[in-house]
């Protein structure tokens, strides 16, 4: 349907080079009025690269970008804004000192003889909002929301304006799926008025659900452009890794072995008024147990108490067998339970240090500073985590703000993995990182699994949490509903528990 | 009020709270001190800390500082004395280069900034050092200005409230500094775009707002109130001193952030800086109407104020970031 509309973004031989990194060599791209455009790539495949060069954050080093039939050469952001590019970046970039409404509407007030309009600007953000299906108290500030509703109103800031091009930059990475439904409904509107929309994620459902057609970029080049309906999925993964994706298939799929004698952590009946009740659960040495449940259903509230960053007000906590009275996070991390959080943005990566740095900071912590990890045995601790989780590119010594996002990612995976928990807790952790790097990280679970260590495995893609885990906890409204074991594991049967009586 | 709106209004609440409680504090402990000529005195001895402390809440805002409006004070007075004195320039034109000179100063200190990213306060400090050179070399001497017109509609006019209290030509410029600066601050894109860079520079960049020329403009406007700081000092005073408001930048500063304006920026308000120059200057009333203390002892108190509001502050913060999830 959108095969014959007139070109409104043509990139025409787009080259990008950082100090020992070519992001981009020769790319083409071209967007149609009235499409969505997917533009897809491993982690590091220099796909924001391509949209911060678009968009006037950088200036190309070669190549030229043509919007309608005119050249531009956008020198920043507000440039490229003017000219009718409206933009989500993959950071959420917003201001939190300021309310929902000034986020959405900064920068285009309406104004009166008595200045901005403020009655207007928070009537108008109540509309971008509700484009949304979103009703959010827009005197608020920013930093009240979750990461989600952030991210929501990042999108209706970006949708609130009369732009030619819209760009997407994983704008899902944190949504559910009902607020993703509401984007997609948007995206489909704003596709019939004539928008070019380009779309950037990591999952490929998405990709099929609303993509008219396909750009794949693999190690800053242009690999190709596809109708959607002509390319089937695998061929697209292949496209993408540059190998076939059959071998993904074969790796880390959970064995149905293990139940042994002393769990390592038990839970009876464990609850905190006003986040979640209820739960009940077992984790033996060499296990991985899943969360699952949609977003706010308390997956990420029993993490916490898990790791005793909140404290539990009813029920029984055993850890070896033993009940534990009183429990924080201290504790936690001496008996070896680890966490890795949802928000990773926050929990944070140092910009400026080496990924090396980042990678070794909580072991060397826990280790004590005295004890400081001779410069070889870092390099080799953390050059061979960033090799097993494929961080890209591998020279361990680059400050980790140089990485894209999904490579941040699984650094900071790594910094986990490093401290070698007992238990590790995993909220999230395949968020905004590639296929390929998906299984990866599956398949180290499952490797780390057989060497007795356990994990907690929280995901909103089913199909990972069938692939990975022994037994599956599924929430429901803040409480713990039920808890599925071996072959009972199934997609059907989760989303099953997750929707069962819920008159 | 939501918790959230409450959170964002309580640093100039607690400032509101003590001023009052200070100011009433000295009424009850002093006699004539409830008077409206103590109040409206105030806004004249406070007037030029007031005008710069405006310019500096706008320059922290955005995440900076400005070290050079006490030395711009002391250039532009002297500047002003000597063009009057010596050069025999109408006063309008011997107030009137000086702004054009901390305009100019402003502007220089703004696109060091901006477009170069030096940080702002080498930059500022460096404008420290070369204003107070400037006002050395104009003249170390202190120059009274005779000027009839200077005396007649500007030095000597004062309007009557009551019998006593009275209003100066100085206390109305900082009224409507004051004013101007609430406005911009509240309800322009400039004000707003300010609490932006405050925010976080980088998203106000990527939402495609113009940072560099709101913080050229901040600089701007801060060397420009310096200036009329200054030309508010010579009309106050009578007299252009190269070595007068020495360290004034510093008392702009604790004013702001007493006020509730955070030095990493992004939060604070104008009026709370009038509040913080408001509680700077009751502290020194009192301690003048008591007569038996010292000077110094206005610094021992506005130390411990400062150190006080900076721990209300972190406490904030930290409730602030005890996350309020909807
Ligand atoms: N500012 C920078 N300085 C140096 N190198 C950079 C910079 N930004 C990106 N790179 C490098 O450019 C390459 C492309 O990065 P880019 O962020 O475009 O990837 P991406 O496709 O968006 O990946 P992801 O899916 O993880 O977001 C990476 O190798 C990255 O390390
Ligand atoms: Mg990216």
Redesign the interface.
């Known amino acids: 349907m959108a095969g014959e509309r007139p070109t409104c973004l043509q990139l025409t031989g787009i080259g990008k080079r950082f100090p020992g990194v070519v992001a981009l060599a020769g790319v083409d791209f071209d967007l149609r009025q009235g499409e969505i455009h997917a533009l897809l790539g491993e982690n590091g495949a220099g796909k924001s690269t391509l949209i911060k060069v678009m968009t006037g954050?950088y200036t190309a080093d070669d190549g030229t970008v043509d919007l309608n039939g005119k050249q531009y050469a956008f020198k920043?952001?507000?440039e490229?804004?003017?000219a009718g590019i409206s933009?989500v970046?993959q950071e959420v970039?917003?201001?939190?000192?300021?309310s929902i409404a000034?986020n959405i509407c900064?920068?285009r007030?309406a104004?009166g003889a008595?200045?901005?309009k403020?009655n207007d600007v928070r009537a108008r953000a109540v509309k971008a909002l509700a484009r949304l299906d979103l009703k959010?108290?827009v005197?608020?500030?920013l930093?009240?929301?979750?990461i989600a509703?952030q991210q929501m109103v990042a999108i209706a800031?970006a949708l609130d304006v009369s732009a030619k091009v819209l760009v997407l930059d994983e704008p899902t990475s944190s949504l559910d799926a009902h607020e993703v439904e509401q984007l997609f409904a948007t995206m489909r509107k704003l596709r019939e008025e004539g928008l070019g929309i380009i779309f950037v994620t990591h999952f490929l459902d998405q990709v099929y659900a609303v993509s008219d057609r396909i750009t794949i970029l693999r190690n800053g080049q242009k690999i190709g452009v596809w109708n959607a309906s002509e390319l089937p999925r695998l061929e697209l993964v292949s496209q993408m890794i540059g190998r076939d994706a059959a071998v993904l298939e074969s790796q880390g799929t959970a064995s149905l072995t293990t139940e042994t004698s002393t769990p390592f952590l038990t839970f009876e009946g464990v609850g905190r008024k006003g986040a979640i009740e209820g739960v009940q659960l077992n984790i033996g040495p060499g296990q991985v147990m899943g969360f699952a449940g949609l977003l706010g259903s308390g997956r990420s509230e029993t993490v916490r108490l898990i790791f005793g960053a909140d404290t539990k007000d009813s029920g029984n906590f055993l850890l070896d067998g033993r009940t534990i009275q009183r429990f924080n996070q201290r504790k936690a991390i001496l008996s070896g339970i680890g966490l890795c959080p949802e928000d990773r943005k926050k929990e944070g990566v140092f910009p400026e240090l080496s990924i090396r740095e980042n990678i070794l900071v909580v072991y060397q912590a826990k280790r004590g500073w005295l004890r400081k990890l001779s410069l070889p045995k870092q390099k080799q601790m953390a050059g061979a985590l960033a090799k097993d989780l494929g961080v890209h590119p591998p020279d361990i010594e680059r400050p980790i703000q140089f990485l894209s996002g999904g490579n941040q990612q699984k650094a900071l995976l790594a910094r986990w993995m490093a401290v070698e928990p007992r238990l590790l807790l995993l909220d999230e952790p395949t968020r905004g990182i590639d296929v390929g790097a998906k299984f990866e990280i599956m398949s180290l679970v499952s490797k780390q699994r057989e060497e007795g260590r356990s994990f907690v495995f929280v995901s909103s893609e089913l199909t990972e949490v069938v692939r990975t885990c022994q037994s599956v906890l599924v929430m429901r409204d803040r409480k713990a509903i039920k808890t599925l074991t071996g072959k009972e594991i199934t997609e059907d049967s989760i989303i099953h528990a997750i929707a069962e009586d819920s008159k | 009020m939501?918790r959230?709106?409450l959170?964002?209004k309580l640093p100039v609440m607690i400032t509101a709270v003590v001023f009052l409680a200070l100011y009433l504090g000295a009424g009850l402990h002093f006699d004539n001190f409830l008077t409206l000529r103590v109040f409206f005195n105030q806004f004249s001895t406070n007037s030029f800390l007031g005008i710069v402390a405006v310019g500096m809440t706008f320059v922290i805002l955005t995440g900076g500082i400005d070290l050079s409006v006490g030395s711009m004070i002391g250039c532009t007075s002297i500047m002003a004395a000597s063009l009057m004195k010596f050069h025999h320039v109408h006063p309008l034109v011997g107030l009137g280069i000086p702004l054009l000179f901390g305009i100019l100063i402003g502007y220089t200190q703004g696109v060091l900034v901006a477009k170069f990213s030096l940080p702002p306060f080498l930059v500022t400090l460096a404008g420290l050092f070369f204003c107070r050179g400037v006002a050395l070399f104009i003249s170390q001497e202190t120059l009274n200005i005779e000027d009839e017109f200077f005396k007649k509609s500007l030095s000597e006019v004062s309007f009557h409230i009551t019998d006593k209290a009275t209003v100066s030509v100085p206390s109305i410029i900082f009224i409507l500094v004051v004013a101007v600066g609430m406005?911009v601050s509240?309800?322009?894109?400039f004000g707003?775009?300010v609490?932006?860079i405050?925010?976080?520079r980088?998203?106000?960049?990527?939402?495609?707002?113009?940072v560099r020329k709101t913080l050229i403009g901040v600089y701007t406007l801060s060397g420009f109130l310096g200036a009329l700081g200054g030309a508010v000092f010579t009309i106050f005073t009578s007299s252009g001193n190269a070595t007068s408001a020495t360290g004034l930048e510093l008392d702009a500063i604790a004013a702001a952030v007493i006020g509730g304006t955070l030095l990493s920026g992004?939060?604070g308000s104008v009026f709370g800086t009038l509040l913080g120059v408001g509680i700077l200057g009751v502290v020194q009333t009192a301690i003048a109407f008591d007569g038996n203390l010292n000077s110094w002892w206005t610094k021992i108190v506005i130390g411990a104020l400062l150190m006080a509001f900076m721990l209300v502050q972190k406490g904030i913060e930290r409730a602030?970031?005890r996350?309020?999830?909807?």
């Open positions: 954050v920043t952001p507000q490229a804004v003017n933009t970046y970039n917003l201001l939190p000192n300021l000034e900064l920068g007030e104004k008595f200045g901005i403020w959010l108290d005197k608020a500030p930093s009240s929301l979750s509703l800031r | 939501s959230a709106n959170q964002a406005f509240l309800r322009t894109p707003r775009n609490f932006a405050g925010g976080n980088q998203s106000a960049e990527l939402m495609g707002l113009p992004g939060y602030a970031t996350k309020v999830t909807v």
